[in-house]
């Protein structure tokens, strides 16, 4: 089965300052999402990467997708209180027939300090 | 737009009961997908319907749970002679489709578990 590594586990970060979290498997990825998780809370939605090389940005979050399709990266730039909490990435479970179900890394938690 | 809710958000119950949680997803949305996240497993996928599809089962980790979708929008997922292994936060995810090219996943708060 497919393994999705995210590194680093934890990470205190000072504000204003650039993060970096790191999702890697063992096989192709296809459909790599990027959630994030306030603890007690669902999943919000960041972004999909489907395409080796890809490269999405929101506000001050960018994600990539390696040109291989095996490595993901999340960048935050200027960190902000409202980036904390955990960060997940997650990609569709290969299939002959059936697309759509994901599994997801251990997920990465984000602190910022003052 | 309304985004998918679930039912209820906490939920106690005594090892043995059965449990009946509920998710509603966004309208429009063929594809709902459940997930239970725990401690010590993380997020894991348990079953996710497509349209009028048979449901995919593959990730149900015992058959004391079962899912079902009426009229191809809200689902329940049951749970029977519950277990404190099954103490987890189940969440549930709605997209417009599923396949290739992969379609966004949008996911409810969660209904919180507790087997006593």
């Known amino acids: 089965s497919q393994e999705l590594e995210q590194s680093p586990q934890s990470l205190i970060v000072q504000e204003g300052k650039n993060l970096t979290i790191n999702c890697t498997s063992s096989?192709?990825?296809?459909?790599l999402y990027w959630y994030k998780q306030k603890y007690g809370e669902g999943l919000i939605f960041l972004m999909m990467?489907?395409?080796?090389?890809e490269e999405k940005s929101h506000e001050k979050i960018t994600a990539k997708l390696d040109e291989k399709k095996q490595q993901s990266s999340l960048h935050i730039t200027a960190s902000q209180p409202s980036h904390a909490g955990i960060y997940l990435c997650g990609a569709d479970i290969p299939s002959t027939d059936s697309w759509g179900k994901l599994q997801f890394g251990a997920g990465t938690q984000v602190v910022v300090t003052p | 737009g309304a985004g998918v809710s679930q039912s209820p958000s906490n939920k106690v119950t005594e090892k043995g009961k059965d449990v009946e949680l509920r998710c509603d997803p966004i309208?429009?949305?063929?594809?709902l997908y459940w997930y239970r996240q725990s401690l010590g497993q993380g997020l894991e996928f348990l079953i996710y319907?497509?349209?009028?599809?048979?449901?995919?089962k593959s990730g149900l980790p015992s058959d004391r749970f079962s899912a079902e979708r009426t009229g191809g929008s809200v689902s329940t997922l049951t749970i029977q002679r519950t277990q404190q292994e099954d103490s987890a936060v189940y969440l549930c995810?709605?997209?417009?489709?599923?396949?290739?090219?992969?379609?966004?996943?949008?996911f409810g708060p969660g209904t919180r578990l507790t087997v006593t």
């Open positions: 990467l489907q395409k080796g090389g």
């Open positions: 995810a709605s997209s417009l489709a599923s396949g290739l090219p992969s379609y966004e996943q949008y």
């Open positions: 096989k192709t990825l296809y459909g």
């Open positions: 319907f497509q349209g009028n599809s048979a449901p995919d």
């Open positions: 309208s429009g949305h063929t594809a």
